[in-house]
C-alpha cells in the first residue's frame, strides 16, 4: 500500500520540488510547520487588510476633493488621483510576486497550498475599480493567519471580513424594519446574497440540508454587519431586523441585535455535519483526486465533527490515509500552482524580481495567467476556481502553458539550468525516459527547460 | 513571417514520429459534429458600456443638442446620415455600406433590468447571466441557449479572445481560444511536446487540438490588430462546425474627452464587422447574425471633462445578412429632462434581451417558452419587431 514519500509530500502537498530547500521527513513535520512561526509572511509581506483600508480612505478622499466649481482643482485632484490608482496596481502586482516568492522559498509548502486552497474557498474581490485590488490583503489578513485554527473560527474571519460584506453584496441590506430603514424609506431592504452563499458554498454546500426561508432568516440575522466609512467591520444594531430568527431549526438573536447572535450561527452552521462532509470532501478533491476515496472522506468528516472543526486534526486524518499518498499523479495543477511550482523549481530570487518592471511582470505573469484561464486572484464567481481537471486541460489551457513554459523562464531565470539535471530537480522520481528524452534533444535550453515544465509529469501533482 | 507549425505540417510530423493527431478521439468527434442548425449567431459584448447616444446619435430629438453640448453630433457635425432622425458617429462611417445593403440595425433605449447601482461588474454579470436579478445563476444565457439545443458539440459554440466570456459558462460545453496563443515553437519542439503529451491521453488531446488551431495561418497578433484576429479566428470556425461564437470588444468607459477616447473603440467594432463579412464570405455571411450588447449607456449630459459617466438605457449593434438592417428598432423616449430615467439618463423603453430573444427564436428555432423560462428567465418577449429577414 501507498504511504508517504518525501517527494510525493512535496509535490502532492507542497508547492512542487525544490533544487534547494529539501521536502518534507514526515507528515508530522508538515503539520508541525503549519502551527510554527509563518516565516514567509514576514520575509516576502503582503499589506494587511488595515494597511489597505488606509489607502482607500485617503484615495476615496482624493476623489471627493474635486470641485466642481474650479476646473483647475479638479483637474489636480484627478491627477492625484489617477496617481493613486497607478500607485495601487503596482503595489498589487508586487503583491502577486510576493506570494510567487512565498511558493519559491517555503519549507513549508502545505501552507501555502492552504492559503491558496482557503481563499478560494471564501473568495471575495472588490466591485469598483478602487476596491478591485483589495483580494490580497483580504487573503493576508482573513485567511493566511487561520488555516491551521478551527473552521469555525475561519469562517467567522472570512464571512464578516469588510471585502466578504462588500462583494456579497451585505453592506446593502438592511432590515425591512429596522430602526434605520423606518426613518429613511430609501434604504432599501434585505439582500439574501451572503447568506446564500455562506450555506450553498462555506459550509452546508449546495445540496445541503437547508431551504429558502433559512437562507431568508439568516439574512435577516445578518443585518447589521457592514463596514464604516474607514471600510472596517462595523456592526450597526440600527439596520439589523429586530426579534429573533430561527435557522435550520435553532434560534438567534433578538433585541438588541447583538453581533455574538451572528457568531453563534457562524458557529453552529460551521460544526453541522453537512458542512464537515462538504469541506472534508472538497478538500480530498483538492489535494487527492477529482473522485476521492470514500473512506477517506468519512474518515476527514468524522475527525471534523469530533474536534469541533480542528482543521489541524483533519489534515491529520487526510495526510494518514493511504489514499492520500496512492501513484501515480493525478490532479492537473491550476495554473496558478502550475506556474508557482515552476518557479520553485527554478528557484526564482529575491533579487530578480525586484529588477523586474511591471511590463514584465503583466506579460510573464499576469496575461498568462488569465490565457491559461485563472487571473490572479479573479475567479468568475463566489464559487471560486473550478477543481476538475477537465477545467485545465483544454486546448487553450495546455497551449499557454507550453508557451509561458518555453518563453517565460527565461526571464525569470536568465541563467537557466542545465536541463537534463533539471528534469530530475523538478520531477524527482516521477521523471519519464520521454520528458528525459525531450530534455536532451531540444535545440535550445529555454525549450529543453520549457519541455520538462509542459510535461504531464510536472502538471500532474 | 513564416508559420513552422501549419495543420498540414503537423499531421505529416506527427505521422513520421508514429502518432497522427486524426486518429485522437477528441478531433474525431469534431470533425464528425453534425451541425445541429445552420444559422451563425455572433455575440460581441461591448464591455466598459457603450455611450449609445454618440453611436447612433438621435439629432433629430429637439432636445438633444443643448442636452449633449460639445459632444451633439448629426449629420450637420459629420456624422452618417441614417434615417433623417438618427446619424451615425462618423467613426462608423465605413459601415455604412452595410446600412445601405440592409446589413447594418441598431435597437435604441434599451437597457438589462439592472438599475441605480451602475457598476461595470454588477451590468456585465447580468448581461451575460441573462437574468433580472444579480446573482440568480451561474451560468450565461447562451449557455443555456445550448443546453436546450440538440447536438451540440464542444465547437458549436466558441468563445474566442483574452478576458473570461460568462456569458457561454455553464454545464453545456463550449470551445475556446484566444488567437493570441501562437504555438509558434521550433519544428523540432512542437515534436518533442508531442511526444511528453503522448504519455497523457488527456493532455493529449488537448495539445493536439491546440496545434490545429494555432495552425489555421493566424499571425502572431500584433497589438494593433488583435480584435482583427479574434474576429478572422471567429469567421473561420464559423464557416465550419461552430454555429455560435462570442467575444468582447473592450474600451467604452469614456469618462473624458469622449471625442477623441470613443473612437478606437469604434474603430475596432467597425473593423470586427469588416472583418466578419469578409473572411465569412457571402453565403455564410447571408445566415449569420451579429448582435453587439453592452452592460449599459451613459449620462446624456456631459460631465466635467468631456466625457459621460455610467448610465442606463443604451443602444445595440444588429449585423450580418441574417437581420433586417437599415433601421432603427425601438421607442425613442425621448430626451426631455422629464422623459429621462433619473433625469439624467436615457430612459430604457426595452429589455435589451428581448431583441436577442428573438434572434435566438429565428435563429435556432428554439420555441418562445423556452426562451422566457430559461434562456432569459423572467423576460416577457413581447412583440416580434421582426429583427431578422
Known sequence: ?461 | MTRPFTRRGFLARSALIGCSAAASPFLTRISLAAAPWDARLVVIVLRGAMDGLDVVQPYGDPDYARARGALAGGPQNGAAELDGFFSLHPALGTLMPLWAAGELGFVHAVSTPYREKRSHFDGQDILEAGTDTLGAVRDGWLNRLLTRLPGVETRTAFAIGHGEMKILGGAAPVADWTPEVDLALSPQAMQLAERIMQEDPAFHAAFAEASMLAGGGMGGADKAGAHLEVAKFAAEQLRGDTRIAAFSINGWDTHGRQHKTLIPALERLAGTLTSLRDTLGPAVWGKTAVVAMTEFGRTVRINGTGGTDHGTGGAMVLAGGAIRGGKVHGTWPGLDEASLFERRDLMPTADVRAPAAWLLHGLTGLDRAAIEQVVFPGLDMGRDAGFLR
Open chain 1, 1 to 461: 500500500m501507498a504511504g508517504f514519500s518525501p517527494d510525493l509530500a512535496e509535490i502532492r502537498f507542497g508547492c512542487g520540488l525544490s533544487p534547494t530547500i529539501a521536502p518534507p521527513t514526515s507528515t508530522q513535520a508538515m503539520l508541525q510547520g503549519l502551527q510554527g512561526p509563518d516565516e514567509m509572511a514576514q520575509r516576502f509581506a503582503i499589506d494587511s487588510y488595515a494597511d489597505y483600508e488606509t489607502w482607500l480612505t485617503a484615495t476615496r478622499h482624493l476623489r471627493k476633493g474635486e470641485d466642481p466649481q474650479d476646473k483647475r482643482d479638479k483637474m489636480q485632484a484627478l491627477e492625484a488621483f489617477k496617481k493613486a490608482r497607478r500607485d495601487q496596481a503596482l503595489a498589487s502586482l508586487g503583491w502577486a510576486m510576493q506570494a510567487q516568492l512565498r511558493w519559491t522559498w517555503t519549507g513549508t509548502g502545505f501552507r501555502e497550498r492552504l492559503v491558496s486552497f482557503w481563499a478560494d474557498h471564501f473568495t471575495a474581490m472588490g466591485k469598483n475599480v478602487l476596491m478591485r485590488t483589495g483580494v490580497a490583503p483580504y487573503v493576508e489578513t482573513s485567511i493566511r493567519p487561520h488555516v491551521a485554527a478551527s473552521f469555525p473560527d475561519l469562517v467567522i474571519a472570512a464571512v464578516t471580513s469588510p471585502l466578504m460584506l462588500h462583494y456579497l453584496d451585505q453592506v446593502t441590506s438592511v432590515g425591512p424594519n429596522s430602526r434605520a430603514a423606518r426613518r429613511r424609506e430609501a434604504l432599501g431592504g434585505l439582500n439574501e446574497n451572503l447568506a446564500r452563499e455562506v450555506m450553498e458554498l462555506h459550509t452546508l454546500g449546495v445540496g445541503g440540508p437547508y431551504t429558502q426561508d433559512d437562507v431568508r432568516q439568516l439574512a435577516e440575522l445578518f443585518t447589521g454587519l457592514s463596514v464604516n466609512k474607514q471600510s472596517g467591520f462595523a456592526f450597526r444594531p440600527a439596520y439589523a431586523e429586530p426579534g429573533a430568527e430561527t435557522i435550520l431549526g435553532r434560534r438567534y438573536g433578538g433585541d438588541p441585535a447583538r453581533l455574538d447572535s451572528v457568531h453563534a450561527a457562524l458557529r453552529d452552521l460551521a460544526l453541522h455535519p453537512a458542512t464537515a462532509e462538504h469541506i472534508s470532501r472538497k478538500l480530498a478533491v483538492h489535494f487527492v483526486s477529482d473522485t476521492p476515496d470514500p473512506d477517506l472522506v468519512s474518515a476527514m468528516t468524522a475527525r471534523f465533527l469530533d474536534t469541533g472543526g480542528d482543521l489541524v486534526k483533519v489534515y491529520s486524518v487526510l495526510l494518514g490515509h493511504p489514499a492520500a499518498w496512492a501513484e501515480p499523479l493525478r490532479n492537473v495543477k491550476p495554473p496558478q500552482h502550475f506556474v508557482g511550482s515552476a518557479w520553485r523549481a527554478l528557484a526564482v530570487t529575491p533579487e530578480r524580481v525586484a529588477a523586474m518592471r511591471p511590463r514584465e511582470i503583466r506579460q510573464g505573469f499576469d496575461r498568462p495567467l488569465a490565457t491559461m484561464g485563472q487571473p490572479w486572484l479573479t475567479p468568475n464567481g463566489p464559487d471560486g476556481f473550478p477543481e476538475q481537471d477537465e477545467a485545465w486541460v483544454t486546448p487553450q489551457g495546455v497551449a499557454a502553458r507550453l508557451l509561458w513554459a518555453v518563453n517565460v523562464p527565461q526571464t525569470l531565470r536568465p541563467q537557466l539550468p542545465d536541463p537534463r539535471a533539471f528534469v530530475d530537480q523538478a520531477l524527482g522520481r516521477f521523471a519519464t525516459d520521454a520528458v528525459r528524452f525531450a530534455a536532451a534533444a531540444a535545440e535550445s535550453q529555454a525549450e529543453a527547460v520549457g519541455l520538462v515544465l509542459a510535461s504531464p509529469a510536472f502538471q500532474r501533482r
